[in-house]
């Protein structure tokens, strides 16, 4: 069974920053592809960034600006997000997901940018 067990988030001023992690079991995990998603109270599912397997490719969502960072630790079964400069805008709930497959995800983690 896919399991999918994110933390790290919380609440933080702009300007913050937050380390999210990702903790998988269930599958092989240093043959999967991984996503980070997220979403907004009351907005749809938005893809935020993506790493291959092996971790040597990276793509993120254009409007981030390089603020955030994505990566893995496949020996530790571990995908990290981290975030930086946080923004208003980047508050929601942040999902890992496997294969960047939507509808395989964990239970999320909340991220708060507020003064």
């Known amino acids: 069974e896919v399991q999918l067990v994110e933390s790290g988030g919380g609440l933080v001023q702009p300007g913050g920053s937050l380390r999210l992690s990702c903790a998988a079991s269930?599958?092989?995990?240093?043959?999967?592809?991984m996503c980070w998603i997220r979403q907004a109270a009351g907005k749809g599912f938005e893809w935020v960034s993506g790493?291959?397997?092996?971790?040597?490719?990276?793509n993120y969502l254009t409007s981030l600006k390089g603020r955030f960072t994505i990566s893995r630790d496949n020996a530790k079964n571990t995908l990290y997000l981290q975030l930086n400069s946080l923004q208003t805008e980047d508050t929601a709930m942040y999902y890992c997901?496997?294969?960047?497959?939507?509808?395989?995800r964990g239970q999320g983690t909340q991220v708060t940018v507020s003064s």
């Open positions: 790493i291959n397997s092996d971790g040597r490719s990276t």
């Open positions: 269930g599958f092989i995990f240093s043959s999967s592809a």
């Open positions: 997901s496997k294969d960047c497959n939507f509808g395989v």
